[in-house]
Nanobody
Framework: QVQLVESGGGLVQAGGSLRLSCAASGRTFSSYAMGWFRQVTGKEREFVAAISGTGLIRVYADSVKGRFTISRDNAKNTVYLQMNSLKPEDTAVYYC?????????????????WGQGTQVTVSS
């Protein structure tokens, strides 16, 4: 069973930046696409971004396109989410997830392993 550990969350002012990291256990990291989701209390978890196993394909939610960048370092078993121009509506718990295979999906059901989440709070 893969373990995913997020870090990098915190409190930031609107317009600021944060970089989230997600370290994965195991030896087959590059075989799986990785993604980021977020959830606000009382609302459904929503897709943010995903990256293919090779790192060549990246997909984003419209709400973060142009502001967030997903990347990965397969040598370090780590996926990142660089978040710029943050808005108060970006406030949520952010979750790292591993997909079923190398293709980058957008649907929550296509992700089989999840981290515990890291809180991001953007103040106005």
């Amino acid at each position: 069973q893969v373990q995913l550990v997020e870090s990098g969350g915190g409190l930031v002012q609107a317009g600021g930046s944060l970089r989230l990291s997600c370290a994965a256990s195991g030896r087959t990291f590059s075989s799986y696409a990785m993604g980021w989701f977020r959830q606000v209390t009382g609302k459904e978890r929503e897709f943010v971004a995903a990256i293919s196993g090779t790192g060549l394909i990246r997909v984003y939610a419209d709400s973060v396109k142009g502001r967030f960048t997903i990347s990965r370092d397969n040598a370090k078993n780590t996926v990142y989410l660089q978040m710029n121009s943050l808005k108060p509506e970006d406030t949520a718990v952010y979750y790292c997830a591993r997909a079923w295979g190398p293709v980058a999906p957008k649907t929550e059901a296509d992700f089989t392993s999840w981290g515990q989440g890291t809180q991001v709070t953007v103040s106005s």
